[in-house]
């Protein structure tokens, strides 16, 4: 079926480990897109990704890192995790600027840093 | 950057109808979604506004006015299920990305 997948949807890891998240999304949607989304908070875009190869910062990237070597995949890696990063993450895929479209969001990776 | 102001929360009787509203501060506006969101899920979208007026979807209604930098979410014939947090996110730019607010929490009361 078509959609957009997280993995893993829980993890607890340490401080200053490296932890890799996952997003599939099988609609070829040119966007793609990280946010991370604090308690009684709304969505805050980490990074996003026009197309293949192409990526760009958002509104709170420092700490991660992002890539899109596929169309398809769009991994978020934390490469030493703080506390501070504990959030729960969405991915989301989309159209551009010009679509009335919506964004399509995956499931959630909930991680916790202790 | 932009700003975009919800109400934290709201509470409304089932069977009423509600209005959530959102204002915001952008350039290069490209349009505003609602979403919804209940607890401990993913958003999923509800409505999409890029010109002034009302836009309807069965229960839902939303409204736009871009001189303003207004919309509002209209929820009628309250259910219980209704009882989530509502996002307004503003399209802006040439690229596909948007900026959310807060959130407001619904609450629905029998």
């Known amino acids: 079926d078509a959609g957009i997948t997280q993995s893993p949807r829980y993890k607890i890891t340490e401080t200053g480990r490296q932890v890799t998240l996952m997003c599939h999304q099988t609609w070829s949607h040119s966007y793609m897109f990280w946010y991370r989304q604090d308690l009684g908070h709304g969505l805050r875009l980490i990074y996003y990704?026009?197309?293949?190869?192409i990526t760009d910062k958002g509104e709170v990237p420092d700490g991660y890192v992002v890539s899109r070597s596929k169309t398809e995949n769009f991994p978020l890696t934390l490469e030493s995790a703080t506390r501070s990063q504990t959030s729960v993450y969405f991915c989301?895929?989309?159209w551009g600027s010009g679509s009335n479209q919506p964004q399509h969001f995956g499931d959630g990776t909930r991680l916790s840093i202790l | 950057g932009q700003n975009i102001d919800q109400p934290t929360e709201m509470t409304a009787t089932e069977g009423a109808i509600v209005q959530i509203n959102c204002t915001y501060q952008?350039?290069?506006?490209?349009?505003l979604f609602w979403y919804q969101q209940h607890a401990g899920e993913a958003p999923t979208f509800l409505s999409y506004n890029v010109l002034d007026g009302l836009e309807e979807k069965g229960r839902f209604s939303s409204f736009l006015s871009r001189s303003k930098g207004y919309s509002y979410l209209l929820l009628k014939e309250l259910q219980m299920k209704d009882s989530a947090s509502y996002l307004c996110a503003v399209r802006s730019g040439n690229a596909g990305k948007s900026t959310f607010g807060d959130g407001t929490t619904l609450t629905v009361k029998p």
């Open positions: 990704s026009a197309a293949a190869d």
């Open positions: 952008t350039s290069g506006f490209n349009g």
């Open positions: 989301a895929s989309g």
